[in-house]
């Protein structure tokens, strides 16, 4: 992506938009190129898509010069990417590939580990008194479970 002031919440707010929850988010600004690089490590069970449907025949043929950057059988993975250039079109960096203008983005699906037990979402809020706090709601369960290996 271009550097530029907002590229960064303008991608959260792609992703955002199909309420998708961040995990992780790095980003990096190269200077001397006036680039910037993000990455993002996103769960989909919150999202519009939790669930992991193949795209129509006609979707993946109009996506047919783009499986290289993400999986384009994949509907959830094709409604990120539209989301992504709807938000960030005018700000992402294009290359020349055997002839064809492609965006440089990546989207890439990584399988959680089978020993992960999920335990359902958890709520992040400003501490109401500390500036520099968070308060963590975290599922019963969870709570549970680290009592019973931290007593």
Known sequence: ???????????IAAVSELGI????E?????????????????????SKFPQRTASSTRTRSHYRDYHSLFPTGIRRYVELFD???????NVILHED???ISLPVIS???????THLQPYGPVTVNRHANHAYHVEIDLPAPL??????KLA
């Open 21 to 24: 929850n961040v995990v992780n």
């Open 83 to 89: 989301s992504i250039m709807a938000h960030c079109e």
């Open 143 to 148: 709570i549970t479970r680290l009592r019973l």
């Open 107 to 113: 989207l890439q699906e990584v399988q959680t580990p």
């Open 97 to 99: 590939v055997n002839g």
């Open 26 to 46: 790095v980003t990096s600004a190269i200077d001397h190129q006036n680039f910037h690089r993000v990455d993002l490590l996103l769960d989909w069970t919150t």
């Open 1 to 11: 992506m271009k550097d530029e002031p907002g590229v960064v919440g303008r991608i």
